[in-house]
């Protein structure tokens, strides 16, 4: 939701960002794994005891994802590079759930629901996206929903620096999420008739 009605309000600094990186002739794909390891390094640092530390890292990985496909739409797209940052953004998702199950087992549970959930949502995202005829800015097409990538940087900050509420705020994720995933289903069946 956020990406789809806020991208406005940061892009600015997302396109200086890109141009400068054009500039120095990176590509969106050197962007992309740079992104991959700094948001890895989100919970290397929670494991080690830094979670304000990793949310900055989060934040950051996140900033260089809009970025790379920033560059990518002002040079000759990759499709391989699309699979590298939807696969990427997963990784780095994945690798925050184990962290935080690492540090704190006993949430196990709420973490696998939330995993389940995130699984079926982007299933049905990246479904939609390959069968569908409607192309957006993305290389394939968008399905906007309550939780975008933005509200799972949001949610997984409050997962990170408040562990009283970890249970609550991982089941509130996976309400979200879930959510998330009918919205994409319901809004699938409407546009693929």
């Not at 890292?57 to 900033?63: A, D, E, K």
């Amino acid at each position: 939701m956020l990406d789809t009605h806020a991208r406005k309000y940061v892009q600015p600094s997302i396109d200086k960002t890109a141009s400068f990186f054009l500039k120095r002739g990176r590509t969106a794909d050197q962007i992309t794994v740079i992104a991959l390891f700094v948001g890895l390094s989100t919970s290397v640092f929670y494991v080690l005891g830094y979670p304000f530390l990793g949310v900055i890292m989060l934040w950051f990985s996140g900033f260089l994802d809009a970025v790379d496909g920033t560059m990518a739409r002002h040079t000759k797209t990759s499709p391989f590079g699309t699979v590298m940052d939807i696969t990427f953004d997963r990784v780095v998702e994945i690798a925050m759930i184990v962290a935080i199950a690492f540090v704190h087992p006993e949430v196990t549970f709420p973490l696998l629901l939330l995993s389940v959930s995130i699984i079926v949502s982007m299933t049905i995202f990246l479904v939609v996206g390959a069968v569908s005829e409607k192309a957006g800015i993305k290389s394939f097409y968008y399905q906007a929903g309550m939780a975008e990538r933005t509200e799972g940087f949001l949610l997984f900050s409050i997962m990170l620096l408040f562990p009283d509420f970890l249970f609550w705020s991982t089941l509130l994720f996976f309400v979200i999420e879930s959510f998330t995933g009918i919205q994409r289903f319901m809004e699938a069946k409407k546009i693929l008739k």
